[in-house]
């Protein structure tokens, strides 16, 4: 038998679809509403978006660098050559788990990784699997919202057929994700293309006066831009499938600012085009934005829009679960896991342990409702890690300035990302500090379970429990320890 480990399959076109997939998932199709809500006018919602998505470019800058010329090199005649300073430099799976890890010790490591399993990963699974049957369901349910029963059913169903196919086969995923993003693409394209042709027929009323009504709070303001932000996240998870990917120096930062470039034109395209038919009344009492959007134009076609935003939600599923079971696997082989989360299956060579762990995880957070909760939890810890993993950086440049680095970002770029991720996160706490606190709250309960669990030595009758069901989850599984982990 050859070696034991994650194969290096994943290609720009694969990367830029898995981006794709991850980015553009439910966000465009719900926050819409909930920008437009703290944010009192349109015209303060599109600079709203557009500045999430430049704080999410900064965000994506800080991750990577760009090469400089030669000096007998002319820029016009060179594409920008791009490479990754984190990424190169601590070339594992587990992204920001890693990261963390090398700049500031195990246990910052072993929080972020607490906090995806219990916060981030579920809370967001969630929200994109419930988004999935309610519009699944809208054409069934026309005059009144479908079943809580129903809704949660559906939304487990497709949760546990997208976590079989990544189970079986990378190569299945990539290509199902391609599919996806086809659909979700063409979804967006049928949107933007009716606002066109709304925009082209003189539907301007709602453009008017932009600023009327306009919120000035800033704590509001933070809200709608947090909010706005979720529509972005993910931008940093191909990092979690670095080993994975072929020739990662050129092909990770070129699929981050290809398909985050992509995303943000799209965004704005697709906000213009609501409001071509969609007042701002309208849009905060719609609980599906695109399917009142098509709605309102073509009763008879709505339910297509309903498959085009499935698509989308399942590729976000799809996309998530690929990259982040990695940070799974990664935290397992550092033993901050279970030992058995770091098996990969003989057969099919993918992480199945720690796809099976997270995606029946995410399972639990189906019971909640409350989609400005689950954003707002998701969020606040998602960019309290964030920051964390850019401070890391600043922090190994004073620490270990010989470690070698293909390229050094210009440090302009996570410096004021930092300002604005420290920013963003005390406006939502001050704004929404009972959530808030919760959430920090959850991260916290990570420090005595690490003692405990991970620092302190087991009692050996307890370790033999352990290693009897570890053994039994490999043969149930068919699956080995990884032979990098040596």
């Known amino acids: ?34 920008v437009l809500e703290h944010s009192g006018s349109i015209g303060i919602t599109f600079i709203m978006w557009i500045a999430c998505g430049l704080f999410s470019m ?49 246990l910052p490591g072993f929080l972020f990784i607490w906090t995806f399993i219990i ?53 299945l995923t990539n290509l199902i994700q391609n599919i996806f993003n086809i659909g979700k693409i063409l979804g967006l394209f049928m949107i933007i293309s009716i606002g066109a042709y709304c925009l082209m027929i003189g539907r301007v009323e709602n453009f008017s006066s932009p600023f009327e009504n306009s919120v000035t709070h800033p704590g509001e303001l933070a809200l709608a831009f947090y909010n706005g932000l979720y529509s972005y996240s993910g931008w940093s998870f191909l990092n979690y ?48 934005v695109a399917y009142s959007f098509v709605e309102k134009i073509f009763p ?36 901050h896991m279970p030992l058995f989360l770091a098996f990969i299956n003989i057969k099919f060579l993918t992480p199945i342990t720690s796809i099976l762990f997270m995606a029946f995880s995410s399972l639990i957070f189906l019971i909640f409702d409350d989609i400005e909760f689950l954003v707002k ?16 950086l600043l922090w190994l440049r004073k620490t270990q ?10 440090l302009f770029f996570p410096i004021t990302f930092l300002i604005m991720c420290l920013f963003t996160i005390v406006m939502t706490i001050w704004i929404s500090i009972e959530d808030s606190i919760k959430c920090i709250g959850l991260i916290s309960i990570g420090i ?3 003692f405990f669990f991970v620092v302190i030595e087991k009692p050996k009758s307890i370790q033999r429990k352990i290693d009897i069901f570890t053994v039994f989850v490999q043969k149930l599984t068919y699956s080995v320890f990884d032979d990098s982990s040596e």
């Open 58 to 106: 900064f965000g994506a800058i800080a991750y990577t660098g760009l090469f400089s010329f030669k000096n007998d090199q002319k820029c016009w005649s060179y594409f920008f050559l791009m490479s990754i300073e984190l990424g190169c430099m601590i070339p594992k799976a587990g992204g920001e788990y890693e990261y963390l890890m090398v700049a500031f010790g195990k």
């Open 377 to 392: 939890i998701s969020m606040l810890s998602e960019y309290i890690f964030i920051g964390s993993t850019v401070g890391g």
């Open 1 to 34: 038998m050859g070696e034991i480990k994650l194969e290096k399959n994943l290609k720009l076109f694969n990367c830029i679809s898995i981006l794709i997939g991850i980015v553009v998932g439910t966000g465009i199709f719900i926050t819409p509403k909930i």
């Open 241 to 288: 499938v670095i080993e994975e990917i072929k020739e990662p120096n050129k092909v990770l930062p070129m699929s981050i600012f290809l398909g985050l470039g992509g995303v943000i034109l799209i965004y704005v395209f697709a906000n213009i085009a609501y409001f071509t038919l969609l007042n701002p009344f309208e849009i905060i009492k719609s609980s599906a």
């Open 401 to 410: 300035p010989k470690v070698f680095r293909p390229i050094r970002v210009n």
């Open 300 to 335: 008879k076609l709505s339910w297509i829009i309903s498959i085009f935003v499935c698509l989308s939600t399942l590729g976000y599923i799809n996309g998530a679960l690929f990259s982040a079971s990695r940070t799974i696997f990664g935290a397992a082989r550092n033993n």
């Open 448 to 450: 005595p379970i690490y």
């Open 119 to 171: 916060i981030i990963l579920p809370a967001t699974f969630a929200l994109t699997a419930l988004t999935f049957s309610d519009y699944a369901l809208q054409p069934v349910y026309i005059n009144c919202s479908p079943p809580a029963s129903a809704r949660i059913l559906l939304a487990a169903v497709a949760m546990l057929i997208i976590t079989l196919v990544n189970c079986v086969s990378v190569r």
